[in-house]
C-alpha cells in the first residue's frame, strides 16, 4: 500500500506542473553538484551536449529494482530519440566501492551505448543524495553479490541545465515517461 501511495505521489508530481501551467517542479529537489563519470572526467550536473537527462540512483550490480529501473531509461531514451527529443539515462552510484571510473562503465553501457555512470567520494555523493532526497542504506552483505543497498527509486528528468523537471516512478511504461518527458520539453 505505501508503495502504491509513494508512485501515485510521484506520478501527481510528474504532471503537476503542467497541470498548473507553471515553468518549474512544485518541489524542491536537485541543484549545483560535481561527479565523476565513468570515464574520470569531471560532470556536472549540466548535460555537457546540452541533451535532457534521466537521472537515478542505484548501483551498476544492483538486482533489485536497479535491474527494473536501469533497463527501462534505456527504452525511454530510445523512444524519445525516436520522437525527436535528445535525452541521456546517468545513472549516479550508491555503491562507490564496487562502482568506480573504469567500472561503472561498462556494467551500464551494456544496457544502452549512452548510459552515463556517475561516482564520487562519500562526501561528494553524499551531497548529491541530500539534493535529490535520497536515502542510501547498506541492508545487509550477500557473500556472492557482495553489499546490498535499499536507496531511491524514482527516476528524475532533468533538462540540459540540471533543473528537475519531473519525478517518474519506474512503474510507468517507457510510453507512459516519453508522453510525461514530451509535455515537459515542448
Known amino acids: 500500500m505505501r508503495l502504491r501511495a509513494a508512485a ?8 503537476a506542473p503542467l497541470a ?5 517542479f512544485p518541489a524542491r529537489l536537485g541543484g549545483a553538484f560535481t561527479l565523476t563519470d565513468q570515464d574520470g572526467n569531471r560532470r556536472s550536473q549540466r ?8 537521472l537515478f540512483f542505484g548501483y551498476a550490480n544492483c538486482a533489485q529494482i536497479c535491474s527494473v529501473a536501469l533497463p527501462l531509461m534505456g527504452q525511454v531514451a530510445d523512444l524519445a530519440r525516436a520522437a525527436g527529443m535528445r535525452v541521456v539515462p546517468v545513472m549516479v552510484t550508491v555503491d ?16 544502452h551505448p549512452d548510459f552515463v555512470g556517475l561516482t564520487g ?11 535529490f532526497g535520497v536515502e542510501r542504506k547498506l541492508v545487509f552483505t ?9 536507496h531511491g527509486s524514482f527516476v528524475y528528468l532533468l533538462d540540459a ?5 519531473a519525478v517518474l516512478p519506474p512503474i510507468l511504461s517507457a510510453e507512459r515517461m516519453v508522453e510525461i518527458m514530451a509535455a515537459h520539453m515542448r
Open 121 to 131: 567520494t562519500e562526501a561528494e555523493l553524499a551531497a548529491v543524495y541530500r539534493l
Open 8 to 15: 501515485a505521489l510521484a506520478l501527481a508530481l510528474a504532471v
Open 47 to 54: 548535460d555537457p551536449q546540452g541533451r535532457a537527462q534521466l
Open 96 to 111: 562507490p566501492e564496487r562502482d568506480r571510473v573504469g567500472t561503472i562503465g561498462p556494467a551500464l553501457k551494456r544496457l
Open 161 to 165: 541545465r540540471g533543473t528537475v523537471q
Open 142 to 150: 550477500d557473500p556472492l553479490a557482495g553489499a546490498v543497498y535499499a
Open 20 to 24: 498548473a501551467g507553471a515553468d518549474s
